[in-house]
């Protein structure tokens, strides 16, 4: 058996079974679930969802994500692989995001104590090797890569806003992440069994958070994907070489934003109308772009719809940008900066129009 037939095998099969992995193991949790991961009724921030429902959904995430790592050597040879530092960095910084958010389920974590676990999780991706390196000074690196992190945990958090939201868009930047690993020929490489592993749970889970969803990924959930995405965004997007094997520092960082503008956009509007009102960032409400959108007068069936079509779009440029711009210049910033700022206007201006 040729190699290329071997991993296509081994890929195909791993996926296909975490998701049938994941679907029972949220199934038996819906089953089973009563007060265990659901949320409080009488928790001082506003929700969307006026229904109580189990908030569960994370831990298949991150059960699938070691059943992926333990995996690997069952189709391949390891050569240490397990071992890396960098690896187990991603590892214990993803399991104390998984314990944050199972804490922050049950007994609703101070906002204090949050962040400084976040920070913990990127001090541990740093010391272990995982940061972004686009300055020349380190300390300015380490700055920014907690900057990502922190950042990130929270923007996936409050994009768990609406069914099935977050969902979409953590799919979609596996996906992107997987192409780029495509797209370097690195067939064998072991992040490609755990993105499966991940994507594949959040598929898995999909079935039970699409609109009318039976049940929440909760903080559980959040915390551990933006950890996880957060970790692969470093590897992969802003640290990566293009296909040309060039590293343009401008060019990452258009790959970058076009994968994770979803998480961008939603947190930066919250953040500026919130202020703009006087009002603490932090504290939820009804005030998202997903939220804006339903009070124009879609459903929430089609907000994710059209979430995933953005979603496939900037994943289209990312292509484009990774596959065939070798020679990148000031026109392709300024034609990708276009694109960008009118996502931004788009997800942006409706909020605007729809204070509530």
Same mark, same amino acid.
């Given at each position: 058996?040729?190699?290329? @037939?071997?991993?296509?095998?081994?890929?195909?099969?791993?996926?296909?079974?975490?998701?049938?992995?994941?679907?029972?193991?949220?199934?038996?949790?819906? &089953? #089973?679930?009563?007060? =265990? %991961?659901?949320?409080?009724?009488?928790?001082? #921030?506003?929700?969307?969802?006026?229904?109580?429902?189990?908030?569960?959904?994370?831990?298949?995430?991150? =059960?699938?994500?070691?059943?992926?790592?333990?995996?690997?050597?069952?189709?391949?040879?390891?050569?240490?692989?397990? /071992?890396?530092?960098?690896?187990?960095?991603?590892?214990?910084?993803?399991?104390?995001?998984?314990?944050?958010?199972?804490?922050?389920?049950?007994?609703?974590?101070?906002?204090?104590?949050?962040?400084?676990?976040?920070? /913990?999780?990127?001090?541990?991706?740093?010391?272990? %090797?995982?940061?972004?390196?686009? #300055?020349?000074?380190?300390?300015?690196?380490?700055?920014?890569?907690?900057? *990502?992190?922190?950042?990130?945990?929270?923007?996936?958090?409050?994009?768990?806003?609406?069914?099935?939201?977050?969902?979409?868009?953590?799919?979609?930047?596996?996906?992107?992440?997987?192409?780029?690993?495509? @797209?370097?020929?690195? %067939?064998?490489?072991?992040?490609?069994?755990?993105?499966?592993?991940?994507?594949?749970?959040?598929?898995?889970?999909?079935?039970?958070? *699409?609109?009318?969803? &039976?049940?929440?990924?909760?903080?559980? %959930?959040?915390?551990?994907?933006?950890? #996880?995405?957060?970790?692969?965004?470093?590897?992969?997007?802003?640290?990566?070489?293009?296909?040309?094997?060039?590293?343009?520092?401008?060019?990452?960082?258009?790959?970058?934003?076009?994968?994770?503008?979803?998480?961008?956009?939603?947190?930066?509007?919250?953040?500026?109308?919130?202020?703009?009102?006087?009002?603490?960032?932090?504290?939820?409400?009804?005030?998202?772009?997903?939220?804006?959108?339903?009070?124009?007068?879609?459903?929430?069936?089609?907000?994710?719809?059209?979430?995933?079509?953005?979603?496939?779009?900037?994943?289209? /440029?990312?292509?484009?940008?990774?596959?065939?711009?070798?020679?990148?210049?000031?026109?392709?910033?300024?034609?990708?900066?276009?694109?960008?700022?009118?996502?931004?206007? /788009? =997800?942006?201006?409706?909020?605007?129009?729809?204070?509530?």
């Amino acid at each position: 058996m040729n190699d290329s @037939l071997y991993l296509i095998l081994v890929y195909g099969a791993f996926f296909i079974g975490t998701v049938i992995l994941s679907f029972l193991i949220n199934g038996l949790f819906l &089953k #089973f679930a009563s007060n =265990l %991961g659901t949320r409080n009724q009488d928790e001082n #921030f506003i929700r969307w969802s006026p229904q109580v429902k189990p908030s569960l959904g994370g831990i298949s995430f991150f =059960l699938i994500f070691l059943l992926s790592i333990a995996s690997y050597p069952i189709f391949f040879e390891q050569h240490q692989v397990l /071992f890396d530092k960098r690896l187990l960095g991603i590892l214990a910084a993803g399991t104390l995001a998984f314990l944050l958010g199972l804490s922050d389920d049950a007994y609703n974590t101070k906002p204090i104590l949050k962040l400084i676990v976040q920070i /913990f999780c990127g001090l541990i991706l740093i010391f272990t %090797g995982t940061f972004i390196s686009i #300055f020349s000074d380190t300390i300015a690196n380490y700055a920014f890569t907690l900057f *990502w992190v922190v950042g990130l945990m929270n923007s996936i958090n409050m994009l768990d806003n609406m069914d099935a939201i977050s969902t979409v868009v953590s799919i979609s930047t596996i996906m992107s992440a997987l192409l780029i690993l495509y @797209l370097n020929s690195d %067939g064998r490489n072991i992040y490609i069994i755990i993105l499966i592993g991940v994507m594949a749970a959040l598929i898995g889970f999909l079935y039970f958070n *699409w609109h009318p969803s &039976k049940m929440f990924m909760g903080d559980t %959930g959040s915390q551990f994907l933006g950890l #996880f995405l957060a970790a692969i965004g470093i590897i992969y997007f802003w640290n990566t070489r293009d296909v040309h094997g060039k590293l343009v520092q401008s060019k990452q960082f258009f790959v970058t934003i076009l994968t994770f503008a979803i998480p961008i956009i939603d947190t930066a509007t919250v953040v500026i109308n919130r202020l703009m009102k006087g009002k603490s960032p932090f504290v939820g409400g009804k005030d998202h772009t997903t939220h804006s959108f339903y009070f124009m007068g879609l459903t929430e069936k089609r907000i994710a719809l059209l979430y995933a079509s953005i979603c496939v779009i900037s994943m289209f /440029f990312n292509f484009l940008i990774i596959k065939y711009i070798d020679n990148w210049n000031w026109l392709h910033i300024i034609l990708f900066s276009i694109y960008f700022l009118t996502l931004f206007w /788009f =997800l942006y201006a409706p909020s605007r129009k729809n204070e509530h």
